[in-house]
Every structure is written in C-alpha cells, then in structure tokens.
C-alpha cells in the first residue's frame, strides 16, 4: 500500500520504517519539505492511508486545508491532545481529537490507532514485553477501514485490537495521557500497554 505520514518526527519515522519493513511504500510530509519529504498537499493525494502524526494544535487547519484530497482515503489520527512544552493533557471534555477529526473529514474513513504507543517502542527489538506483543487499539466508525488497519498494525508486529467505533477515541486518548503520566512519573518511555483477552 502507498502510506502517507503527515508529520516526520520520531513517531512518524519509526512507524513509517515498520511499514516499509512490512513491504509498503511510504512518504513523509512537513511544511517546508526537505531531503526526501513531499508536501503535505501531495502526501494527502499520493496516500492510500494518510496517517497524521502532527501536534494536535496543527490538526485543525491542516484537516480543514485537505479535505478534498482526504476524501474516501483511510485517515488514521495518531495524534494526542497534549501541551508540546511539558507534555500535560489538554482535556477535551466529552470529545476527543479523534471525534473532532470525523466531523472535520466526513467524507473520509477516519481511524484513531497507534496514539498509545511510544516511539520509543516502535522498533522491532522493542516490541515484545514478556514474549507478549504490545496492544495497538483501533476505534473507527468504518468497519473495513478499522479492520485494514488491524492488519497492518497485525503486519508491522504489534496487536491490534478494534475497540469499537470512533467515540471511543475518547478511552484511546485518555490512556494515552496515562502512559505519559507514567513515564513522566519515572516510568520512561521503553513501555506500553498489552491488552490480556483470554480466549474460551
């Protein structure tokens, strides 16, 4: 699959190298592109997914800027609502970025995933916790595009898990913030969550 990254920082990066590891082509975009980066206008057209791993400050005008050329792609939000200077939650209430992003691109099949995982974590010798893979959930209110995405998260070596549809962008985000919590606390970022499902 052609995979668009919106963003090229770490999250973007170790994903993205996952993902080409796993067979897939994938560009990355910035605002002033550089080396092998495109803009995000063709990242947005040459995308099949476009995953946006941006500062949630920045979603807003970006989605609002790219909604044609967002139209019937897989969207997958990656991103936290956080305070970029401390790394704080910016509490959105009864909302959650990934919500927002839905009603922003309605036209699109809109995907929260990967938001609780650390980059840090997103390297194949750092994958496995105890032999257990870490958990990648997945909330969506497009059924195939949760289902495209758990196959790749599925592919590129973590769990996926789809947890329902997007309103659950709200739990997914809320351990987000949890995990920041824990690794701000002194718990570091060599950490992640693994979702136990015992099977009958």
């Known amino acids: 699959m052609n995979i668009s990254f919106i963003g090229a920082g770490n999250v973007a990066s170790r994903l993205g190298d996952l993902m ?12 002033n592109p550089k080396d092998n ?21 920045a979603m807003n005008q970006v989605l609002v800027d790219n909604k044609e050329r967002l139209e019937g792609k897989i969207v997958v939000d990656i ?23 839905s009603r922003l691109l309605p036209e699109s099949k809109v995907v929260k995933a990967f938001n609780t995982i650390f980059a840090d974590v997103m390297k194949p010798e750092k994958q496995l916790f105890n032999d257990q893979k870490i958990s990648a959930f997945i ?23 789809i947890v329902g549809g997007i309103k659950n962008a709200r739990h997914l985000e809320a351990i987000a913030h949890l995990n920041i919590a ?14 136990f499902q015992r099977k009958v």
Do not use: R
């Not at 980066?37 to 063709?42: F, G, K, L, N, R």
């Open 20 to 31: 080409v590891s796993a067979g897939h082509s994938v560009k990355y975009s910035t605002p």
């Open 37 to 57: 980066q495109v803009s995000i206008s063709e990242a947005c057209n040459l995308g099949e997914i476009v995953c946006f791993a941006i500062p949630y400050s």
């Open 79 to 101: 991103t936290n609502a956080i305070n970029i200077d401390d790394w704080s939650p910016v509490f959105l209430g009864e909302d959650s970025g990934g919500e927002q992003t």
């Open 139 to 161: 909330a969506s209110d497009d059924i195939e595009a949760s289902t495209v995405i758990k196959g790749l998260a599925d592919e590129i070596g973590f769990s996926g898990l």
């Open 182 to 195: 824990i690794a701000m606390s002194g718990g570091g970022t060599d950490a992640g969550f693994t979702y």
